[in-house]
């Protein structure tokens, strides 16, 4: 098992991370064996992009983003053992109005903090490759690349210097 699998393996890791691209993260999901939801908020805005999140997670929520956290915290939504939730397309978003991502950011953590504590793993992650979030980078893959990066790099393919 890679690194970033066993990162996923660990309920103690749940929360909101960053990754600059998602080989890696798929290949992890799909070795822990969990859903990988992708919502894409190419089209969001402000007024739009909570029925966007509820619509792509097929979520039973009640209005506001606590009704998002608490769905998405709620055991009954999904059975499977963890969870590793993809947004993508949010740059336009986040350059036209800046706070707008603050409250999904909230609902977010407070959904991955509440399946932490009943011992379940809970990543929502944001295809980031500019750096644009404050948010922890879920892996590092410049560090750690994906095994075909890194051979091509052996070979001295890659473009990195030794």
């Known amino acids: 098992m890679g690194k970033l699998a066993e990162r996923l393996a660990d309920e103690r890791r749940s929360g909101v991370y960053r990754v600059e691209t998602i080989d890696a993260l798929e290949e992890a999901a799909a ?4 859903p990988m939801a992708r919502v894409r908020l190419g ?8 029925r966007l999140c509820v619509e792509a997670l097929a979520l039973s929520a009640t209005p506001g983003w606590h009704g998002f956290a608490t769905a998405l915290a709620d ?8 969870h590793v939730l993809l947004f993508d397309g ?16 909230d609902a977010l953590r407070t959904a991955a903090a509440r399946r ?4 379940m793993r809970f990543f929502a992650v944001f295809l ?9 980078p ?25």
Do not use: C, K, M
Not at 31 to 34: E, G, Q, V
Not at 43 to 50: K, M, S
Not at 138 to 162: C, K
């Open 90 to 105: 949010f740059e336009s978003l986040g350059h036209a109005e800046p706070e707008a991502l603050v409250p999904l950011l």
């Open 128 to 136: 980031d490759p500019a750096r644009r979030l404050a948010l922890d």
């Open 31 to 34: 070795i822990d064996r969990y």
């Open 116 to 119: 932490r504590e009943r011992g």
């Open 43 to 50: 089209d969001a805005d402000r007024a739009n992009l909570q």
């Open 138 to 162: 879920l892996y590092n893959w410049l560090r750690n690349p994906p095994a075909a990066v890194a051979s091509l790099t052996e070979q001295g393919q890659g473009g990195g210097t030794s």
């Open 75 to 82: 055991p009954a939504w999904s059975p499977a053992p963890g």
